[in-house]
């Protein structure tokens, strides 16, 4: 049983940091009351930490090989749990924003070390085992998040979603000193690439921030026009030291494998198209049709519990197939479910959300556990450490950039019938061009993965587990269901 403590240590910092990518959402609107937030500032509260952990993944996760991965973990929980606690006590909403990315500081830091750690602490069929038992977990974070939050904010407040973190994470320290050893996280050497990881932080920030600001401000704004011509100065000069450094965060020739690329872009537009659009979602079922954080969590349950279902079973629906028609196939799911979403009208009630949402889960149970194994097979196994952080770091931006996007596309929709028609009609129509612009979202990347994805792609995905655990910027888990060692 002893064998198993390490795995749980690991797993619990997993579980925390990935529920608290949605955990929030449900409790949106009484944020919002107790703190007289913005539209604008509510969208900063859920989308500061998923930049910050896209921004961070790879700066980290080569940071960790120096370092050593226990110790980037342990750091990452006592980070994580000092951030969690100032959520709970901030007094405004900048505080809250800035507590948030703090969060994401430490996530960042124990999302890139759980992988290196389950793969050094593991052999042979246990780490099979443990990897399995992981991407369990990381679904199961994504199913409670929800209800979790409306739980927690029904009974207690909005504060105690944050405030339940300190004890967990204590936990967590404590199992990892006791039980992983030293030894689990092998530090490296080689020059640490501060200039790459700085650009890249900076690019993912001003385009974020650009965006989310264009909602409020419109396209013309110097605070929308400044940050967007930013970010292009900074991935430009991204692009410029990833090309001469010693050990680049990201070797640009792995952009130049289709099959990669594909699937990167894919993994971005995933979680953009299934997972961003439930911010909205949960806002129009609280503010709209007056149901509490709770009831709210679980009307978006079926999203989550549909993926959690089809992700094991994805090998026996695609036996001894490349990753291309799995997540192909889910990624086109996941567009033509979110397009069902758009059956919400002024009058609706919560249920017409149901087939939408199933059908949106089982897309992203299929894709799921293929993207990551599929993106492993396609590069060097020298390179699935990074490989493995590239594809996550997509995942997270692309929630991030997803947050951003639709929430610029909301309010445009809603200033077009401002004062015109009752409220209710305004949200819902700003919600359908929230749906049919992510449900385009899903069906581009569906089409991207098929073109570019070649069926020979996924002949080596069975070594995947492997090749994610020996890397060290790995972290596979994001907000939506993780599946580490599915095939």
Do not use: K
């Amino acid at each position: 049983m002893r064998t198993w403590i390490p795995l749980a240590a690991i797993s619990l910092g997993a579980f925390m940091l990935l529920v608290d990518v949605s955990i929030v959402n449900v409790a949106l609107p009484q944020m919002s009351a107790d703190l007289d937030s913005s539209f604008t500032a509510l969208q900063w509260v859920v989308d500061v930490y998923a930049l910050v952990l896209a921004a961070l993944l790879m700066a980290l996760g080569s940071l960790g090989d120096r370092v050593g991965h226990r110790r980037l973990y342990l750091l990452g929980l006592v980070v994580f749990a000092a951030a969690s606690l100032g959520c709970a006590l901030a007094p405004g909403t900048g505080t809250l924003i800035a507590a948030r990315a703090a969060q994401g500081v430490g996530g960042a830091a124990m999302m890139t070390s759980t992988t290196a750690l389950i793969g050094a602490a593991y052999r042979g069929r246990e780490r099979g085992v443990a990897f399995g038992v992981w991407g369990a977990v990381n679904g199961a974070a994504a199913a409670v998040g929800p209800v979790l939050g409306g739980l927690l904010t029904d009974g207690f407040g909005w504060r105690s979603i944050f405030l339940v973190n300190v004890p967990v994470a204590a936990a967590a320290v404590l199992l990892t000193r006791a039980t992983v050893p030293a030894q689990a996280s092998r530090a490296g050497g080689g020059r640490f690439d501060l200039a790459g990881a700085a650009l890249f932080t900076g690019f993912g920030a001003a385009l974020v921030y650009g965006l989310i600001e264009s909602g409020e401000r419109g396209w013309d704004s110097p605070r929308v026009l400044v940050p967007l011509a930013g970010a292009a100065l900074a991935l430009a000069g991204f692009v410029l030291v990833e090309r001469r450094a010693e050990r680049p965060l990201l070797d640009l020739a792995l952009l130049r494998n289709r099959g990669f690329l594909g699937l990167t872009l894919g993994g971005l537009l995933l979680t953009a198209g299934a997972f961003a659009q439930l911010t909205y979602t949960s806002l129009w079922l609280q503010q709209v049709l007056g149901l509490g954080p709770l009831g709210a969590g679980l009307v978006v349950c079926p999203l989550a519990a549909s993926a959690f279902v089809v992700a094991p079973l994805g090998a026996r629906l695609f036996p001894q197939a490349a990753p291309r028609r799995p997540v192909g196939y889910g990624l086109l799911l996941i567009g033509a479910g979110t397009l069902v979403l758009r059956l919400v009208g002024p009058g609706s009630g919560w249920a017409v959300l149901v087939p939408g949402l199933l059908v949106t889960g089982v897309g992203v149970g299929l894709a799921t556990p293929s993207l990551m194994s599929g993106a492993l097979a396609a590069v060097e196994p020298q390179r699935a450490g990074m490989a493995a952080g590239v594809v996550s770091t997509g995942r997270q931006l692309g929630f991030a950039l997803g947050i951003a996007v639709l929430g610029t596309v909301f309010q445009d929709r809603l200033r077009d019938f401002a004062g015109a028609v009752d409220p209710h009609v305004a949200f819902a129509a700003g919600l359908d061009r929230v749906y049919l612009v992510a449900g385009c979202a899903g069906l581009a990347a569906g089409v991207l993965v098929l073109a570019t994805v070649r069926p020979a792609a996924g002949a080596a995905a069975a070594t995947s587990t492997a090749a994610v655990g020996a890397g060290g910027a790995g972290g596979v888990g994001t907000g939506g269901v993780g599946a580490g060692s599915a095939r």
